[in-house]
Structures are given as structure tokens and as C-alpha cells.
Nanobody
Framework: QVQLVESGGGLVQAGGSLRLSCAAS????????MGWYRQAPGKRRELVAH???????NYADSVKGRFTISRDNTENTVYLQMNSLKPEDTAVYYC????????????WGQGTQVTVSS
């Protein structure tokens, strides 16, 4: 099993920055990919960015050039640096860990609210 604890959300003005953190514990060596998803009110949860153990990253088009995902394997933590935030980035952000060799493959954090005011 994998446990994920997120931190770093909050309220920021448009154009500002926030950094989200997600600390993983448990069967961390089974994790292949870690990522961030978000869900705005009335919308489906969507991928924001993910990063593999080897450091390969993938971003949603809407955040390319503004957000950066990184991973500290020594601290089992993944970060999402969010710059040039827009009101449409407002959502609950969820950390995800994909561990294909475990009986449960997908793990989720509790979510952290990011609100961007105009």
C-alpha cells in the first residue's frame, strides 16, 4: 500500500505562484509514476502533470510552460511548481501514485485546494 500526503495549496492572485508537495510512504519502491490531477467544480478530474521514476515528464497543454513537476526520490516527494497562475487553475489538486505491481494500482492523496483570484 501507498500513502500520500499533500501540502501547499492556498489562495493566490492571478499571476502568482504556489508550490504543491506530495510525500509518499509505504510501498514506495513499487511506484512507477507520480502525478498531479485537478478537479474543478462541476468538471471531471483531469491530469495536470506526471513524472516517472526516471524523470520523464508529461504535462497537460493548459499548464505547459507555467507548471513544473519534479521528484525527489531520496525523500519520496513529488512537487508541482505553479507559476503564472490563472483563475481557471482554481481546483482541488490531487496527488496520484501509480504502482502497477501492487494489487491496488492507483493511490490518491486527500486533495488540496488551490484558488486563484482575478
Amino acid at each position: 500500500q501507498v500513502q500520500l500526503v499533500e501540502s501547499g495549496g492556498g489562495l493566490v492572485q492571478a499571476g502568482g505562484s504556489l508550490r504543491l508537495s506530495c510525500a509518499a510512504s509505504g510501498s514506495i519502491f513499487s511506484i512507477d509514476v507520480m502525478g498531479w490531477y485537478r478537479q474543478a467544480p462541476g468538471k471531471r478530474r483531469e491530469l495536470v502533470a506526471h513524472i516517472t521514476t526516471g524523470g520523464i515528464t508529461n504535462y497537460a497543454d493548459s499548464v505547459k510552460g507555467r507548471f513544473t513537476i519534479s521528484r525527489d526520490n531520496t525523500e519520496n516527494t513529488v512537487y508541482l511548481q505553479m507559476n503564472s497562475l490563472k483563475p481557471e487553475d482554481t481546483a482541488v489538486y490531487y496527488c496520484n501514485a501509480f504502482a502497477p505491481r501492487l494489487s491496488t494500482r492507483n493511490y490518491w492523496g486527500q486533495g488540496t485546494q488551490v484558488t486563484v483570484s482575478s
